[in-house]
């Protein structure tokens, strides 16, 4: 078997990366009423693209991921990606040229309409690569960050926005490649698996335990006849 240390460290990337997927969710209400108050004067816009960019995440999600499922995992993560990348672009250009407020709008839905399927497929990458033993432990150590990024995020949003409601923009673009990033590829699985990778995955650990399973048993079974008790299947 090979050893399992790229792939330990391939997951606690994952892990980071499901929790830094989340700073443009954290640091939105914060960024946003901030970009609405110096665009309109008024911080309910801000209310009104939270709104939108939730909607759209939740109408999304769905449909987005299931026309993913032609192309593999990462590279519709990939995409996913670049398009909440631009919609963060577009909305820091439209808050320093001082465009109207639809336009921050749009942004806000292009934006919320990759989130929650970018979201899922980089859960299920985690899954890929984490050990059945090990995923309940990867799946709380990302839930803690999560955490951590939404305490975090909205007082870096204050106080980059309070120079700027377009740095605080800014912010969220950058965090929006550096949180996701470029996850490891799922390691193989099985007997092609290469050098440095796990093949112990969730499949084949159930596999194994059943196989074990079955050795014991048919143990039990041999002693039973050399003892003389009745055969039991």
Not at 131 to 151: C, D, K, W, Y
């Amino acid at each position: 078997m090979a050893p399992c240390r790229p792939r330990g460290r391939a997951a606690s990337g994952r892990c980071a990366a499901t929790a830094l997927s989340s700073v443009p969710l954290a640091a939105a209400p914060v960024a946003f009423s901030l970009v609405s108050l110096s665009a309109t004067g008024d911080v309910r816009g801000g209310a009104a693209m939270i709104l939108a960019m939730t909607a759209a995440s939740v109408l999304g999600a769905v449909p987005i991921t299931r026309a993913g499922r032609r192309l593999a995992p990462l590279s519709c993560f990939r995409i996913l990606v670049a398009v909440r990348v631009a919609a963060l672009v577009a909305m820091t250009v439209a808050a320093v040229t001082g465009a109207a407020f639809g336009w921050l709008l749009v942004a806000a839905l292009l934006l919320g309409s990759v989130h929650g399927a970018a979201h899922g497929i980089l859960r299920s990458l985690l899954a890929g690569i984490v050990p059945g033993s090990g995923f309940p432990r990867a799946l709380g150590i990302a839930a803690t960050l999560n955490e951590l990024v939404f305490v975090i995020s909205p007082v870096l949003a204050s106080l980059l926005g309070g120079a700027s409601p377009a740095v605080a923009l800014a912010a969220m673009t950058a965090a929006g490649p550096a949180g996701p990033g470029h996850p490891a590829r799922p390691a193989a699985r099985g007997a092609g698996a290469g050098k440095g990778t796990c093949s112990h995955a969730p499949g084949p650990v159930l596999a194994g335990r059943r196989r074990r399973w079955r050795l014991r048993r048919r143990g039990l079974r041999d002693r039973g006849r050399r003892a003389g008790a009745p055969l039991w299947a």
